[in-house]
Structure formats: C-alpha cells, structure tokens
C-alpha cells in the first residue's frame, strides 16, 4: 500500500528565520528528516514540510517551535534542534516557552544563561524554592555551570555576602604526594574548572576583584571544617567523591542565610572500593525533609557535542549488561 504524503506550509516573513532553520548547507534540515522522518523545502515564502500522516503535522509544530527560538535569541544550535525535536516527539513541546524566558544572569561578555532542557528548568526552578538542593546527573548536563549562576545572581541582588566554591580533592589516579607545589598548588588542578566557570561568569577583572577581597572562596573541602557559613551561597561540586563523614560536616556547615547546592554524577565515583560514596547514602537519608530538594538530571539533559549523550548511553548499556 501506498503511502499517504501530507504537506504543511508556515509562512515566515524574516530570511535570517529561514537561514538558521535550514542550516548551514541545509544541515539542520537533514537533521530534522533523519530524526523527524519529514522534509522542508521553500515555497514562495513559506517553509513547507513533507511528511507520512500526522508526521507532516508533527513537522509543522517543530517549525513552529523553531521559529520561536530564533526569534527569542537570533540563533538555533543543533543540540536546541535536536532537543526540540525530542519535546515534538514526546508531546512536551510547550515548555520551550518557560525555557526561553527564563533567564539567570547575563556573563560579562553579554551571553544570557538560562536552562536549555526541562530539566534544568526543574533544578533550576527547585534551587529558587529551597535552601538545599542536590543536583545529580551525568557530565554536561550544567549541573555545577547553573548554580554558579544562580550564586553570582544571588550575590548581585544582595541576597547572600559571599560565594563558596568547594570540592573535596580526590586522587583519581594520580597521587597527590607526586604533584609539585604547596598544599593549595596541589589542589588546584581540582578545582580548575570551578575557577574556568567562574571566569566565563564574571569576567577576568570582577573574578579578581571578587577574590581578592575574599567575598569568592574557592577551597578543597577538607578546608570547611570547624567553619560556620552565614549569609553564604555554597556550592559543593563532585560530591559523589564525599564520604558520609564529609558530606555530614559539610551539610551542617550551613549557617542562617545560606543556600547550599550540592552537584555530583553518582556513575564516576573515585573513592576506594571500601568507601560509600556520601552522596549515595544522603539521597535516602534526607529524602523527605522540608526544604530539602533532590533533583536528577539525565543524557536528555545533556548540553555537550551531542556524543557526550551517546557516550554515556553507550556506557549505561555496557554496564548494565556487565
């Protein structure tokens, strides 16, 4: 039996609209035929989409979609495409609308942060609500990246003092003892990209300045120890590499107006075989308190080369089935 071929027309006034849908060398639409199963080609102004049944009308929301995007920020990334190919498919498309309006902060190079997947949307919506939130997902998902923004945003509005960066320095592989230096050149290769971000964040001259008056704290978490944090944002990155023993000290750092954050990927655990990973226990420890939030970011959230979701789902397979 034959098939059945529909076509949809959306008119689009702006060429630049049209340019970013289609792509550069058409790519975005091979993208949408491979991944949609429907084609868009030009027609006396309008884009038309071709495609078997209902995919045809599936095609005419995504163009839709498409429109809204660029029209809110002048540009279309692929992993935008291809996610919002994903909410067309999963019938969750209207949330691309909280999504485009809601953004954290602006960086100092003048790029607009906000969340790029519905997941995100909740970590970010739950940190707004709570004073405690534990983000846990795999690399790239922007478990750590969003809330250093949501911290340089609080501490903008005058909502917290000071910023604390933390993570604990865990041997991966490599000792320590072998790395040249003192104690804090030790560390810092752990601590890199928590400096890396901040940066991207503020700029080069407000990162100093922040830091030199020691209103940004970036220090290994052994160095929270004894410490009351007051009017504070505390990040805690890594987690998964705590102990109970540490992810208890840090917990109950926590001073009066202070908001901590809590972000780690309970797959790439680097303690020894003989220690439980601190974020692990604390999930069924803290899981029903007032105030306390628990949010999972998974591979759809990822916002790296769209290989990073590959990746990872190729290994999710592989360890399932070892």
Same mark, same amino acid.
Request: proline share 3%.
């Given at each position: 039996m034959e098939k059945a071929f529909e076509e949809r027309q959306v008119f689009v006034e702006d060429n630049q609209i049209i340019s970013?849908?289609?792509?550069?060398?058409?790519?975005?639409?091979?993208?949408i035929k491979k991944e949609l199963g429907v084609e868009l080609f030009l027609r006396d102004g309008s884009i038309?989409?071709?495609?078997?049944?209902?995919?045809?009308?599936?095609g005419e929301r995504l163009v839709n979609r498409l429109i809204e995007i660029i029209k809110s920020q002048r540009r279309?990334?692929?992993?935008?495409?291809?996610?919002?190919?994903q909410l067309i498919l999963e019938g969750k498309e209207e949330g691309i609308k909280d999504l485009l309006?809601?953004?954290?902060?602006?960086?100092a190079s003048g790029k607009s942060i906000k969340p790029k997947t519905l997941g995100q949307k909740r970590y970010v919506d739950s940190i707004k609500r709570n004073d405690i939130v534990f983000g846990i997902g795999p690399a790239g998902t922007g478990k750590t990246y969003?809330?250093?923004?949501?911290?340089?945003?609080?501490?903008?509005?005058?909502? *917290?003092? =000071? /910023? #604390?960066?933390?993570?604990?320095?865990? &041997?991966?592989?490599?000792?320590?003892?072998?790395?040249?230096?003192?104690?804090?050149?030790?560390?810092?290769?752990?601590l890199r990209p928590i400096y890396d971000a901040l940066f991207?964040?503020?700029?080069?001259?407000?990162?100093?300045?922040?830091?030199?008056?020691n209103l940004i704290e970036v220090a290994p978490l052994a160095y929270m120890r004894g410490r009351t944090l007051d009017s504070a944002y505390v990040i805690l990155d890594e987690a998964q590499n705590t102990?109970?023993?540490?992810?208890?000290?840090?917990?109950?750092?926590?001073?009066?107006?202070?908001k901590a954050i809590i972000t780690g990927d309970v797959t790439q655990i680097d303690l020894s075989k003989n220690r439980t990973s601190g974020l692990v226990t604390v999930q069924s420890i803290l899981s029903n308190i007032e105030g306390i939030d628990f949010v999972?970011?998974?591979?759809?959230?990822?916002?790296?080369?769209?290989? *990073?979701? =590959? /990746? #990872?789902?190729?290994?999710?397979?592989? &360890?399932?089935e070892e």
């Open positions: 970013q849908i289609f792509g550069q060398l058409d790519e975005n639409v091979n993208i038309v989409i071709k495609g078997e049944g209902f995919l045809a009308e599936l279309l990334t692929k992993q935008e495409l291809r996610y919002t190919i309006n809601d953004i954290i902060c602006i960086t969003l809330a250093m923004a949501m911290a340089v945003n609080a501490f903008k509005n005058k909502e *917290v003092n =000071r /910023i #604390i960066l933390t993570r604990p320095a865990v &041997e991966a592989g490599e000792s320590l003892g072998f790395l040249p230096g003192d104690l804090q050149e030790k560390v810092d290769p752990y991207d964040i503020l700029g080069g001259e407000t990162y100093m300045k922040l830091m030199e008056k102990t109970n023993e540490q992810m208890k000290m840090f917990l109950t750092r926590l001073g009066f107006g202070s999972y970011l998974t591979k759809l959230d990822i916002v790296r080369h769209p290989l *990073v979701q =590959r /990746i #990872i789902a190729a290994y999710e397979k592989y &360890e399932k």
